[in-house]
């Protein structure tokens, strides 16, 4: 088995900023592509940014200049750095992982159980 242990999450004024991190654990051979993810009320999951294990780089463009995704792959954890922080960006944010599993090479996506971002003033 696999989990995603997030966490950072909360509330912060606009213009702020707040870092998320994400543990993976388990049966891993290794973790390839490595992304978060949002969801606001009523509105559908979305991606915020992802990072390959050759660490390319994909952002939302509603969040591009303001996030920064980064990972360790010693640690098995991906972070996002979240700055100029605004009411928009409001949303569960969840971590996912592509994951090759130990000793299978059997590949699975998993998700975190999200954590609450809220930017208000």
């Known amino acids: 088995q696999v989990q995603l242990v997030e966490s950072g999450g909360g509330l912060v004024q606009p213009g702020g900023s707040l870092r998320l991190s994400c543990a993976v654990s388990?049966?891993?051979?290794?973790?390839?592509?490595m992304g978060w993810y949002r969801q606001a009320p009523e509105k559908e999951r979305e991606l915020v940014a992802s990072?390959?294990?050759?660490?390319?780089?994909n952002y939302a463009d509603s969040v591009k200049g303001r996030f920064t995704i980064s990972r360790d792959n010693a640690k098995n954890t991906v972070s996002l750095q979240m700055n100029s922080l605004k009411p928009e960006d409001t949303a569960v944010y969840y971590c996912?992982?592509?994951?090759?599993?130990?000793?299978?090479?059997?590949?699975?996506?998993?998700w975190g159980q999200g954590t609450r971002v809220t930017v208000s003033s």
């Open positions: 990072i390959t294990n050759s660490v390319s780089t």
């Open positions: 388990g049966s891993i051979f290794s973790i390839n592509a």
């Open positions: 996912n992982a592509d994951v090759s599993l130990a000793p299978t090479l059997f590949r699975r996506n998993y």
